[in-house]
């Protein structure tokens, strides 16, 4: 998907990093979690959907947590919190 011209293959490409973080997050594999879980909000902020956003920037904390970067971790989740209470 990411060599391809097709516009409607590369929408696609945000879903399939994140379906792809998730797999490593429940296999353990939490480096590469954390890679695809990047480049999935890298995709997400260049799409510009906020819920897609801070779905993929949860996913970040999560494998950020699961790494032990928790203060990393806890600064993304807080302010995923502070946007949901001011909502």
């Known amino acids: 998907v990411e060599k391809s011209s097709s ?6 490409l945000g879903s399939l990093y ?6 490593y997050d429940e296999a353990g594999l939490y480096e590469d979690c954390l890679k695809t879980t990047e480049c999935c909000l890298k995709i997400r902020e ?5 819920p ?17 970067r928790v203060h ?12 949901y209470e001011s909502m």
């Open 7 to 12: 516009l409607k293959a590369k929408k696609w």
């Open 18 to 23: 994140h379906n792809l973080g998730q797999a």
């Open 46 to 50: 260049q799409e510009g959907y906020l």
């Open 52 to 68: 897609n956003i801070r779905v993929a920037k949860w996913a970040l904390g999560r494998a950020l947590r699961h790494l032990n």
């Open 72 to 83: 990393e971790a806890l600064k993304i989740q807080r302010t995923l919190l502070d946007e």
